[in-house]
């Protein structure tokens, strides 16, 4: 499973709320047309429906009233327990069709003194029982953050950048394409246009009838950044040449044979603040690697450092995601030793715990 999601990313499943607006505008039209009626009925001195046409209670009370406003009686249609949705953000039961009634104290507001000698009812006039006409209007829902998608959108291909040593070469793979082969045949599998984008090129010409992008950055020997065969002396050339929307970076297995050498954990960090100030607009996917054979390694030292490394640039705003191959491994099978062909690289059946890892991780930003 992957962590350190970008925070431009949002889940693949966002579960926006979506308001359904149609019954509450009909009913707040109808309650509009009632209170027309109403108040000309009032107007007309009609005082066959006495009280339906209140204000709102105050906290005080209108000029020259000795009692205290009732209750607004609900408009005709209206139903308390039929409000619409509310968008997020907006406050309860607002577009639920209920008008507005002047507020107290409003010039004209106070009738005269009825023939029994108690203040009459409050009536407000009738263009006061109006409201604007966007009053009318359901509240407008919260934009929503922009959802990071570093694939195109006009329907052209994804371009991933396999980036990293032998492993990403694909080194001791039946095919010569590594986990690139199978990540492939799964793309297509999925109808997601993707191609592979890189300097070098291993791999099978075709796969499954379609033609095979061999494209990669993987170099046999290569360490993170010492001795002279670095990744770092390399990517900005890479980025140069080719510009991907997804990079797959699998590093740092020449670093390690003898344990974890002081400073690569921060050559680490290094290469990815490379990797994303030449590409700011990419998906970089940071794996924690493949294990080793050999007792005296420092795979499991190395890569219990990388989370936290990982998790500072994407609180920083970077787009990164952590996969991590070593716990893939252990869970496809338990002797680790079956996955790899020398101790070292992944035999086939490695290579496909690899490429469905990273699927998984990419899968729901692809086109």
């Not at 707040?28 to 046409?53: E, I, N, Y």
């Not at 796969?207 to 010492?226: H, M, V, W």
């Not at 294990?291 to 390694?297: I, K, M």
């Not at 420092?298 to 998790?311: D, L």
Request: hydrophobic share 35%; charged share 10%; proline share 11%.
């Amino acid at each position: 499973m992957h962590k350190g999601i970008d925070p431009g990313r949002p889940e693949r499943a966002s579960g926006i709320r979506r308001v359904r607006w149609g019954s509450s505008i009909r009913a707040a039209h109808f309650a509009a047309s009632s209170v027309l009626v109403l108040a000309a009925m009032s107007a007309c001195g009609d005082d066959s429906k006495p009280g339906l046409m209140q204000e709102t209670p105050s906290a005080t009370p209108a000029p020259n009233s000795n009692t205290s406003p009732s209750p607004a009686a609900p408009a005709p249609g209206d139903s308390q327990s039929s409000t619409a949705p509310t968008s997020p953000g907006s406050n309860e039961g607002e577009g639920n069709g209920s008008i507005p009634v002047a507020p107290p104290g409003m010039a004209g507001n106070t009738p005269p003194a009825g023939s029994n000698g108690n203040a009459p009812e409050q009536m407000p006039p009738a263009m006061g029982m109006m409201p604007p006409a966007m009053g009318m209007m359901p509240p407008a829902e919260p934009a929503q953050p922009a959802e990071f998608k570093p694939c195109p959108t006009d329907g052209s291909a994804c371009k991933i950048m396999p980036l990293g040593d032998s492993i990403t070469f694909g080194l001791q793979s039946s095919t010569g394409g590594g986990y690139r082969v199978e990540l492939f045949r799964k793309t297509l599998a999925d109808s997601h246009p993707v191609t592979f984008v890189g300097r070098q090129a291993t791999g099978p010409n075709t796969l499954d009838g379609q033609p095979f992008p061999r494209n990669n950055e993987g170099y046999s020997g290569a360490t993170i950044a010492t001795g002279g065969n670095q990744l770092a002396n390399r990517v900005d050339a890479a980025f140069a040449a080719n510009e991907p929307n997804i990079v797959l970076l699998h590093i740092g297995t020449n670093n390690l044979y003898q344990g974890l050498p002081q400073g690569v954990t921060g050559q680490l960090g290094a290469l990815i603040d490379q990797i994303t100030t030449d590409v700011p607009d990419a998906l970089v996917v940071v794996a924690q690697i493949t294990p080793l054979g050999s007792a005296t390694n420092g795979v499991q030292a190395y890569n219990a450092a990388i989370p936290a490394i990982v998790q500072q640039r994407v609180a920083a705003g970077k787009h990164l995601l952590l996969v991590n191959m070593s716990s893939a491994f252990a869970a496809a099978n338990a002797n680790v030793s079956a996955l790899l062909a020398d101790g070292v690289h992944p035999n086939d059946q490695g290579y496909a715990v690899m490429a469905q890892t990273w699927y998984d991780a990419i899968e729901g930003v692809l086109p």
